[in-house]
């Protein structure tokens, strides 16, 4: 069988699935967001963490013991993300949800392109950089007021001074309670998970499958490389992501 025949095939046997599930759930990671221009983390020689050490730069530690120094590093990444825009990836699993074919996406990237994309019910469990937020007073800050505050000192609360954080989980935070659990509940709840673009490799993230799968629910895979879940999955599809749900739209 030809390579893009094979390819044809899995697609089909992923739409077969969503056409037949009644509670579809996508999860998707940094590899959704890479045909946008944004670096993963993980991959050698050009993923975020290949330059940097993580614990250094974006741990909630390093954020309380220096914030000038945390934005530094930060700061560029904001403006990096805030004019990347959605690709076909994203458009084509919001179009899944506008179908009825999957019910929520939940995500691990905090780049708001699923948003931008039309996604309705997205569950961002490692926040968001739409906002930064004020520790001291609980005040919100949006991230075009941010980017103009960058500057040789960290942003600081208009209201308080205190310095702000982006709304992200860091190294070293939990993730947001109310964001997980509702994301452990379509976990449980689904007849088949999605996971798009991610390594699964991040816990506890990358428990959800797990629970799906120990709820009678099916797995489908779209991402490069290995995972936990490769021989839980009912299907595969590798290589690029686009290319993999354009042909899964085709053959729906």
């Known amino acids: 069988m030809a390579p893009d025949s094979a390819v044809s095939a899995r697609a089909g046997q992923l739409a ?13 990671g940094a590899g959704v967001s890479v045909p946008s221009g944004i670096p993963d983390f993980r991959t050698p020689g050009t993923g975020l963490w ?34 990347k825009q959605p690709n076909e990836a994203h458009l084509a699993i919001a179009e899944l949800e506008r179908r009825g074919l999957i ?14 994309a039309g996604t309705g019910r997205l569950i961002e469990v490692h926040g968001s950089i739409e906002w930064s937020v004020c520790l001291e007073c609980g005040d919100r800050v949006s991230i075009d007021r941010v980017i103009e505050m960058l500057g040789p000192a960290a942003p600081e609360c208009p209201r308080c001074s205190a310095p702000l954080k982006p709304d992200v989980v860091l190294f070293g935070e939990l993730l947001p309670e109310r964001a997980m659990a509702e994301a452990q509940a379509l976990a449980l709840d689904a007849d088949l998970m999605v996971c798009v673009g991610s390594s699964l490799e991040v816990y506890p993230v990358a428990g ?3 629970m799906t799968r120990g709820s009678g629910g099916r797995l489908a895979l779209v991402t490069q490389g290995p995972t936990p879940y490769d021989d839980d999955a009912d299907v595969k599809l590798e290589g690029d992501v686009v290319e993999n749900l354009r042909a899964v739209l085709a053959a729906l």
């Open 16 to 28: 077969e699935l969503l056409e037949n599930a009644r509670n579809a759930v996508v999860l998707t």
């Open 50 to 83: 290949a330059k940097v050490d993580p614990m250094e730069v974006a741990h909630i530690e390093s954020w309380r013991r220096d914030p000038q120094r945390f934005w530094t590093f930060y700061g560029d990444r904001f403006v990096s993300l805030v004019d």
């Open 103 to 116: 019910r929520a996406v939940i995500t691990q990237n905090i780049d708001r392109l699923h948003r931008l």
């Open 208 to 210: 959800l499958p797990a």
